[in-house]
């Protein structure tokens, strides 16, 4: 009994330390691994050199960790989805495969495999998960996560109809458990109300921070432009981090702007700190490019302390971008994409803030536009590099894919994947269904305009 109290209090401990990205720590306290480790010390190992931009050291500790621990289902979709971002498809479906024969109910692995090959809507995974779904004993957001999948095989197929039906109860359900005040997109009216002058402040030489932020909704670009950045030497990806929202929380919300003007004339920044406390920004002469969304609504402050700092603002045509949020059951968050006329007004109100970021910020401001980005992925790489003001560095090399990243609106591109514009025009097969999505969407932009 004790030792299984130890083992849950040791997982527990490496997941915290995971979510802080404290890489360095796990890696220490996972460093003499064994046969009588269990599979978590493996698992959180690869996860920490994962963070560390270390892929193939982290494919060698799940291979060794499944040497010890050949029923793992979780080192099995670990290196699964390592090998897809290496290029390395038909390993990974192997893999995958193997994880959904170890546990035919992990939905991961399931939803993992379909980056690469399909399933049948009426096959026996889909099956098993039209059981998850019906079951009441269920969470909600568990039955969702079924009902979700269940639409994108439907859609896959090219059974629209059937599919947007999967997509339109599975929304429903993942709203039940968002809290009210959690279901439209938070835009503080004062952010609207901000003026150049507002963020000019005598500034008495903030501590270089070494971040590049992309924002704008999910969905619209921002990964692929974070990986056209990483190829870059000394650019590492960090996702989304969200390093201005955590530089901002110990501030009161009226009083943001009045505590980092302060702090900008004293010759202090919180976001520097905030980004020096990531592992990869330790790396000599290094940038980290942050691309989380919730950066967008806190820009402002970010220019106010770092006007030198250039940023890159991700947007995308509605109706494409708006069928990608509604087809995609986030881990957490993004309550507004759970309804289809609260995610218009949240396009609506993104497309005016960003309009504002970019006539405001003292910052350099590069606004990508999705269709651009993947039309003319080449030039665009050339427009980044110009804008951040580092020299465009040659295309790494990158494994030869021995099969097709399947392309889906809720999921992005591999890494080993070329850019492609094929969902350009995606949602016109749901025009009929995204009426509400676009009607609100317009109300709102005309509301906005006056």
Same mark, same amino acid.
């Given at each position: 009994?004790?030792?299984?109290?130890?083992?849950?209090?040791?997982?527990?401990?490496?997941?915290?330390?995971?979510?802080?990205?404290?890489?360095?720590?796990?890696?220490?306290?996972?460093?003499?691994?064994?046969?009588?480790?269990?599979?978590?010390?493996?698992?959180?190992?690869?996860?920490?050199?994962?963070?560390?931009?270390?892929?193939?050291?982290?494919?060698?500790?799940?291979?060794?960790?499944? !040497?010890?621990?050949?029923?793992?289902?979780?080192?099995?979709?670990?290196?699964?989805?390592?090998?897809?971002?290496?290029?390395? $498809?038909?390993?990974?479906?192997?893999?995958?495969?193997? @994880?959904?024969?170890?546990?035919?109910?992990?939905?991961?692995?399931? =939803?993992? %495999?379909?980056?690469?090959?399909?399933?049948?809507?009426?096959?026996?995974?889909?099956?098993?998960?039209?059981?998850?779904? %019906?079951?009441?004993?269920?969470?909600?957001?568990?039955?969702?996560?079924? #009902?979700?999948?269940?639409?994108?095989?439907?859609?896959?197929?090219?059974?629209?109809?059937?599919?947007?039906?999967?997509? =339109?109860?599975?929304?429903?359900?993942?709203?039940?458990?968002?809290?009210?005040?959690?279901?439209?997109?938070?835009?503080?009216?004062?952010?609207?109300?901000?003026?150049?002058?507002?963020?000019?402040? $005598?500034?008495?030489?903030?501590?270089?921070?070494?971040?590049?932020? /992309?924002?704008?909704? $999910?969905?619209? @670009?921002?990964?692929?432009?974070? @990986?056209?950045?990483?190829?870059?030497?000394?650019?590492?990806?960090?996702? !989304?981090?969200?390093?201005?929202?955590?530089?901002?929380?110990?501030?009161?919300?009226?009083?943001?702007?009045?505590?980092?003007?302060?702090?900008?004339?004293?010759?202090?920044?919180?976001?520097?700190?905030?980004?020096?406390?990531?592992?990869?920004?330790?790396? !000599?002469?290094?940038?980290?490019?942050?691309?989380?969304?919730?950066?967008? =609504?806190? %820009?402002?402050?970010?220019?106010?302390?770092?006007?030198?700092?250039? /940023?890159?603002?991700?947007?995308?045509?509605?109706?494409?971008?708006?069928?990608?949020?509604?087809?995609?059951?986030?881990?957490?968050?993004?309550?507004?994409?759970?309804?289809?006329?609260?995610?218009?007004?949240?396009?609506? %109100?993104?497309?005016?803030?960003?309009?504002?970021?970019?006539?405001?910020?003292?910052? $350099?401001?590069?606004?990508?536009?999705?269709?651009?980005?993947?039309?003319?992925?080449?030039?665009?790489?050339?427009?980044?590099?110009?804008?951040?003001? #580092?020299?465009?560095?040659?295309?790494?090399?990158?494994?030869?894919?021995?099969?097709?990243?399947?392309?889906?609106?809720?999921?992005?591109?591999?890494?080993? =994947?070329?850019?492609?514009?094929?969902?350009?025009?995606?949602?016109?097969?749901?025009?009929?269904?995204?009426?509400?999505?676009?009607?609100?969407?317009?109300?709102?932009?005309?509301?906005?305009?006056?």
């Amino acid at each position: 009994m004790q030792k299984m109290v130890n083992q849950q209090s040791k997982r527990r401990s490496l997941r915290e330390l995971l979510a802080k990205h404290d890489y360095f720590g796990i890696l220490e306290r996972t460093e003499n691994l064994d046969q009588r480790a269990g599979d978590e010390g493996w698992l959180y190992r690869g996860k920490a050199l994962e963070g560390l931009c270390r892929p193939n050291e982290a494919a060698s500790v799940y291979e060794h960790g499944l !040497e010890d621990h050949q029923c793992s289902r979780q080192l099995h979709l670990a290196l699964g989805q390592l090998e897809i971002q290496r290029g390395r $498809p038909r390993r990974a479906i192997d893999l995958l495969r193997k @994880g959904c024969e170890l546990d035919p109910d992990n939905l991961n692995c399931y =939803t993992a %495999l379909l980056n690469l090959e399909s399933l049948d809507p009426d096959g026996p995974e889909a099956a098993r998960m039209l059981v998850r779904a %019906l079951d009441s004993r269920k969470s909600d957001p568990s039955r969702a996560r079924a #009902l979700f999948f269940l639409g994108q095989l439907n859609v896959e197929a090219h059974r629209d109809r059937i599919g947007f039906a999967f997509y =339109t109860a599975a929304n429903a359900l993942a709203l039940k458990s968002i809290d009210q005040s959690r279901r439209e997109y938070p835009l503080p009216k004062r952010l609207l109300e901000l003026s150049r002058s507002d963020l000019d402040a $005598p500034n008495s030489g903030a501590p270089d921070c070494r971040a590049i932020v /992309v924002a704008g909704l $999910p969905r619209s @670009g921002k990964t692929m432009v974070e @990986g056209m950045l990483s190829d870059h030497p000394h650019i590492f990806p960090i996702g !989304e981090f969200a390093g201005l929202r955590r530089a901002l929380v110990k501030f009161e919300k009226n009083q943001i702007l009045s505590g980092v003007r302060k702090l900008a004339q004293e010759g202090s920044s919180p976001f520097t700190e905030t980004y020096a406390s990531h592992p990869l920004a330790k790396v !000599e002469r290094g940038w980290v490019v942050d691309s989380s969304p919730v950066n967008l =609504t806190r %820009l402002g402050y970010f220019g106010l302390v770092h006007p030198d700092r250039p /940023v890159v603002l991700c947007r995308r045509k509605p109706a494409d971008l708006g069928v990608s949020l509604y087809f995609k059951k986030f881990k957490s968050g993004h309550g507004y994409t759970y309804d289809l006329a609260s995610i218009g007004r949240a396009m609506a %109100l993104t497309e005016r803030l960003i309009d504002h970021w970019s006539n405001i910020l003292p910052n $350099p401001v590069l606004v990508v536009d999705y269709e651009d980005l993947v039309s003319d992925p080449e030039g665009m790489r050339r427009r980044l590099f110009a804008h951040i003001g #580092l020299e465009l560095p040659s295309l790494p090399e990158r494994a030869v894919a021995d099969t097709d990243w399947r392309i889906f609106p809720s999921r992005s591109p591999g890494p080993a =994947t070329p850019i492609s514009p094929a969902l350009i025009g995606f949602s016109d097969r749901f025009a009929d269904e995204l009426k509400p999505l676009i009607c609100e969407y317009k109300r709102m932009k005309s509301r906005l305009s006056r």
